[in-house]
């Protein structure tokens, strides 16, 4: 066993070098890094999963991300919205289903149309459920106004992922116009922390043009944001998108995955008591990679209950698994496949990030 892991597993501060060399582990050790964070997940937030029902609302998207498959510009697509009746029965089938919680995704839109939309869909669900099916939006970048009415409308989470933490890296990622600026989304953060959102953010790992100390930046970032919840994973290539051409860049797809876990087990360790997402980017890469990611530290699961026939129209990356499964298959299928990992999942539970309530009884932002 290599003796500086063990050193550095004991620190009470990991910082950017040790992040790297972290990054860098290999076989045994990696695996010892693995165990560690499994230790401190079970022993900071328990061995539960929460889930997480994810409705990918709308395809329709007013950006132009140089990654990302449903990218404006991408005509392959078919571009849908769903009617809020097919919303209201994906809310209930999670809160029948003892969820208790969703996650509503959207391409980027910001029309009065889009955003009342929304504050409506909030309002029906929290009356249908009582209150009591507790809603994540992630859906962009928008106004502090649009902000406010929809965490006044019964929001509660916030998802806005910085996608990569280094300004000149997102500047190669994302066209050069002021619709894609890094200064803004880190604006757009702080603005929903301001709002009272449990906030969360996230990056790609293993993209072109990436090091492994742009990795360790990104999660100082996470620390130094003091962020409630994390969901990242790897980056996958997609053939209608700019990026596709610089592919053979890329680590190769099972060195993606082993980033990505290490980069779960590292942040685990480094903020014990956040929510950490097993991103269905590491199961479309590895079969066995949400499990992966649950062992090292991940304590969210997001199980697809966007109606099927729209899923083939949402793919943000390829092959996407289980864009064909019912959301009865995903679930009993997770369940079993948690349970195996040893953990149980947390149904009926809200599972707020423990980091959000110490913080907001320890000091009023
Ligand atoms: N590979 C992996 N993740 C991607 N995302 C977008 N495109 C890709 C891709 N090609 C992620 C972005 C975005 C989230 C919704 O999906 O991080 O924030
Ligand atoms: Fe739109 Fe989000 Fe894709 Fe960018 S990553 S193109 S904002 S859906």
Redesign the pocket.
Known sequence: MNPSVENILQKEYIDKEDIQFLLSLENADSERLFHHAHEVKTAQVGNKVFFRGLIEYSNICTKN?Y???IRMDNGRYQRYTLSDDEVMEAARYAYEHNFASIVI?SGEQSSKSFTSAIGNLLRKIHAETGGKLHITL?LGEQTEETYKRWYEAGAHRYLL?I?VSNPSLYLKLHPGDNRHTHKARLEALSLLRKTGYQVGT???IGLPFQTTADLADDLCFFRDLDIDMVGM??????ED?PLWEYRNLLPSVAGRVDLSIKMVAILRIIMPDINIAATT?MQTLDPKGREKAIFAGANVIMPNLTPVQYRDNYL??QNKPNVKDQPDETRKSLEKNIRAAGDEIGYGEWGDSRHFGKRITNDEF
């Open positions: 991300c990654y990302c498959g995704q992630s992922r996608e996230g990056v790609m994973g790897p980056y996958i290539e997609h998108t980017a943000l990356y």
